[in-house]
């Protein structure tokens, strides 16, 4: 067992404060030299801004197919936590019983009240037909 602590966080980081963008969003020197990364040819020309009236059909097409491209890596890669996956199969259990008691308390109550309807039925007939 080891009995040392260890901390890999910052050196006089705070919690919540950001190193590298200002309250306003704007990027500090560090911030700007962090992001020194360029977007790929591809990303920037997708999400240009140039509006749907200023492009040719091939443009047209080509964003559509990236912001399709995006939408399904963001599905395909996006992880459902352990939480989620515990909370959905509990309400899928719950649901199912759930609805099992309903059935039964409502087939339960509707096949009691047949007999009921059977002889109102029956008697309306009758009394219809003025044979009482």
Do not use: C
Request: hydrophobic share 30%; net charge positive.
């Amino acid at each position: 067992m080891n009995d040392n602590l260890q901390h890999h966080g910052i050196k006089g980081q705070k919690w919540g404060v950001r190193r590298f963008q200002n309250k306003d969003g704007s990027l500090t020197p560090a911030g700007r030299k962090r992001q020194k990364t360029q977007a790929h040819e591809d990303y920037t020309r997708a999400h240009s801004g140039k509006s749907v009236k200023e492009m040719s059909d091939k443009e047209l097409r080509d964003v559509n197919n990236r912001l399709n491209m995006e939408r399904q890596y963001a599905q395909m890669t996006t992880k459902k936590g352990i939480g989620s996956k515990f909370v959905t199969g509990v309400l899928a259990v719950v649901g199912t019983e759930l609805a099992k008691e309903y059935v039964k308390k409502y087939a339960k109550a509707g096949i009691e009240k047949v007999p009921e309807m059977v002889g109102n039925a029956a008697a309306n007939y009758v009394i219809k037909k003025g044979k009482i």
